[in-house]
């Protein structure tokens, strides 16, 4: 056995952070993590040098989205600290396993209001799945394999660590210790179950094959449980039909006959549609989200719920499950299908070929749709996106920002394959997509990878592709500017009475094309369509440095389908094209259901006269 | 209006014994704006966790969200939740009493009554201090006895509780 070696707390966490294969790190240093940056120059790992906090940790996120594996990003205290609490609140929302290591200042320091000190313990606490402040320097080595075991297990999240700057301090005699790795984490009070019950996945099963009009709701923990495989396997089993959200885009063949779309707040009208006709929803790795139902009191009125969820926290939180299965979507997917076997197989299926045949209607009546260019006019943005689409790698990892943009992309791209798509879902940060973008890239550097960004959004975040430059991550932006914050004007045309408030940006200002270029970027600008091809086409042929490419879009586009926030989505508005024969047909539904309703109030008439003759 | 509500649910939690984990409790509870009623933390026979209980007044389905959200707590271990009619529950209650000459022998009668202890007496200056312990419930009554002659301080420590023998309770486990 060779003698234990001992490392000063900044040698040890390096070390650690090598035992647990990472192998980029995003970061930038500062005052108390100083000590830590000396021995990374000699590390087995990458360090890529950001140029402001928040983009470490949207590239930690974006590594992860795009790799599987946990994203790391190491800032210093105070500002630093604070200025990562974005990332930190979108990683945890939208369950990005994510490790976080902040400096703090020196234990006796600590509370005294010293130079950039804030509690980032206390800030963080209800945006992490777990944080430490790391007391002595000994502990490093454990606390770091706590971390990463609890950001990448169960309900992945992220974890910060918080390091005093005393315990990393090479001069502290104190700071050293013999590095000890221990091999399982310490955690009484941890343990996620994986495996459901064999009792619910039967009850689940029992209900599957009875459903006469079933919808699959997926959402991102099928993606986090690695199951895609296992879905389409499922599906394909009973032919039920599959919506997939916001944050499960590509984990369902957006190509698939049984693939309705994304549902929700601007989901395809089928998707919604279905689900609010649905008799069974198998809500798997969804959370019921705001966003996705609508007014909860009105969402899937007729459905029986199937949630399966691997957080128990998230049954019953907005709808009361008939059957709650408590586990990984993956794993329960698997038992699903050998008690389908169980059960007597599809054969014992009710025959669902009814809803089939509806949902391929609504389907054909009401796709997505948008009027193309008037001539003369600027750029459509599905257009755009439809365009770009076609003309990348179909393996094309796409990022997006937050706003109109981000829903034209989910709407007209063609997910077909699963981790192709990443964006800021549940917490809508706004710059996300750029520096989300280049930490794919660099944990999938043979990937072809776009970020679709808004106006609003580029000029948030904008200066990380100076950090894609230096340390040559040649991402690809399509920056969609319509000169406005385009869904905050959509909102105020369609719920304020068309008073517009605070959205314009400027057409011209700034100018991107030389930003972009001063920034180490190849930068074009197209504003008619006939350019478009060719322009994309001289963007995906560049690789030895970022791209920016911006695509002049018209003003005044909304995005379609919609449902209002609040509203029911059996209210859902489609394309204005689209609108009125919707409308007819609500009309009549209503009619017709008005006019069994006063039948069956006759009749009741009927037999309580009857009664009384009698 | 009586301060120990039947429907407030008790939550007993085993919890790691490390700075921060009544700070992570506490926040939980607050952010989904539901009030604690009383709180009470000690360490148990093991070093390694301590004992929280919580009084709380939710309704049942937050409940049910607020012990879920709970144990997702990376520090937590046990919850249990005891229903007021299956616990055995107590607090204690120290009072700085002041009285007269006159209704001294009252004071005393109400004393004798609950079960009291006397831990201080100043006959000079007409004021003692008296610790109680009890339900909740008795508590409450008693400290109404008390005001009738003039209670100067009163601390409370907050209910424990247990299970009542051979009943049994929920309990979330980590393992």
Redesign the interface.
């Known amino acids: 056995m060779t003698a234990p070696e001992r490392l000063n707390g900044a040698q040890a966490l390096i070390k650690s952070l090598e035992l647990e294969g990472v192998e980029v790190v995003f970061g930038y240093p500062g005052g108390a993590i100083l000590p830590v940056y000396d021995p990374l120059i000699d590390a087995k790992l990458r360090h890529v040098l950001v140029r402001h906090e928040q983009g470490a940790g949207h590239m930690a996120e974006g590594y992860a989205h795009a790799t599987g594996k946990p994203g790391v990003c190491m800032v210093t205290s105070g500002p630093a600290a604070t200025n990562i609490v974005t990332p930190l609140a979108d990683a945890m929302l939208d369950s990005v396993p994510m490790v976080c290591i902040t400096g703090q200042v020196s234990l006796s320091a600590i509370g005294t209001d010293a130079f950039q000190e804030c509690d980032t ?2 800030i963080t ?2 945006i992490t ?2 944080n430490y ?1 790391v ?1 002595r320097a000994e502990d490093i080595p454990g606390v770091i394999r706590e971390a990463f075991h ?1 950001a990448t297990t169960g309900r992945p999240g992220p974890v910060l660590v918080d390091i005093p700057k005393n315990l990393v301090d090479a001069n502290n005699p104190e700071a050293y210790f013999d590095f000890v790795w221990p091999e399982v984490p310490e ?5 996620p179950i994986l495996t459901p019950g064999d009792e619910v996945i039967a009850d689940a099963v029992t209900l599957m094959l009875q459903a006469e009009r079933p919808v699959l709701y997926v959402g991102g923990g099928v993606l986090k449980a690695r199951g895609a495989a296992v879905l389409l396997e499922l599906a394909e089993l009973l032919s039920m039909p599959v919506v997939t959200t916001l944050m499960a885009r590509g984990a369902f063949p957006d190509s698939h006959e049984l693939c309705l779309g994304m549902p929700g707040m601007h989901g395809q009208f089928t998707a919604i549609n279905a689900i609010q006709e649905s008799d069974l929803l198998i809500a798997m790795g969804s959370r019921f989200d705001d966003r996705v139902t609508g007014k909860v009191s009105t969402f899937a009125p007729h459905a029986k719920v199937i949630h399966v969820d691997i ?3 998230e ?3 907005v709808r009361v499950p008939q059957v709650a299965v408590a586990g990984d979507c993956r794993i329960s997917m698997e038992l699903m299908i050998k008690e389908i076997a169980k059960q007597g197989g599809p054969e014992n299926q009710v025959d669902i070929t009814p809803w089939r045949q509806q949902v391929s209607g609504w389907q054909e009546k009401y796709p997505l749709t948008y009027q193309q260019s008037k001539a003369g006019e600027l750029l459509k943005p599905q257009h755009v996106i439809e365009r770009l689409r076609d003309l990348s790698p179909e393996d094309t990892i796409v990022c997006s920002g937050v706003g109109q943009h981000q829903m034209f992309t989910s709407q007209y791209w063609k997910f077909d394959h699963p981790y192709t798509w990443i964006n800021s879902g549940g917490l809508g940060t706004m710059g996300f997509s750029i520096p989300a973008a280049i930490g794919a890239k660099a944990g999938m550097p043979n990937r072809m990878v776009w970020a679709v960004d808004g106006d609003g959004c580029f000029q948030m975040t904008a200066q990380e592709l100076i950090t894609a430059a230096i340390e040559k991550i040649p991402i690809k932006v399509a920056l969609m500017n319509n000169s406005n914050l385009g869904m905050v004007r959509q909102w105020q045309e369609m719920f304020y009475g068309e008073r517009f408030s605070e959205i314009h940006l400027g057409r011209d200002l700034p100018n991107y094309v030389m930003w972009a270029e001063s920034m180490g970027c190849a930068a074009f600008r197209v504003d008619d369509p006939s350019e478009l091809d060719e322009v994309i086409e001289a963007a995906n042929a560049i690789n030895d440095r970022p791209v920016v490419v911006e695509f002049r879009c018209v003003e005044d586009e909304n995005v379609f389908p919609m449902v209002s926030a609040g509203a029911s989505n059996s209210d859902a508005l489609v394309d204005p094209s689209q609108q009125a024969m919707l409308d007819a047909e609500r009309a009549a539904k209503a009619e017709s259901s008005r006019q069994t309703a006063s039948a069956s109030a006759d009749s009741v008439l009927a037999d309580s006269n009857e009664g009384v003759s009698s | 209006m009586n301060r120990t509500d039947l429907q407030h649910h008790t939550l007993i939690l085993l919890v790691e014994n490390r700075a921060g984990v009544l700070a992570r409790v506490t926040d939980l509870i607050a952010r989904r704006g539901y009030n604690i009623i009383s709180l009470a933390v000690a360490p148990t026979n093991d070093e390694r966790f301590s004992r929280i209980t919580i009084v709380v007044n939710v309704d049942l389905a937050p409940m049910e969200q607020i012990v879920k959200q709970l144990f997702k707590l990376i520090n937590v271990i046990e919850i249990a939740e005891v229903p007021a009619s299956d616990a055995v529950s107590r607090e204690l209650m120290l009072a700085k009493v002041s009285f007269t000459a006159d209704n001294l022998s009252d004071l005393e009668s109400v004393m004798a009554g609950a079960s009291v202890h006397v831990l201080e007496l100043e006959r000079s200056k007409d004021r003692l201090i008296l610790s109680a312990g009890g339900s909740s419930a008795n508590i409450d009554e008693l400290e109404d006895q008390l005001g009738v002659f003039g209670i100067m301080d009163v601390q409370r420590t907050g209910q424990i509780a247990l299970p009542q023998l051979g009943h049994s309770v929920p309990i979330m486990r980590a393992r």
């Open positions: 313990t206390g606490r209800s799945k777990h402040l007391t609890l955690l009484p009070g941890y343990n957080d128990p926290a049954h019953g939180k």
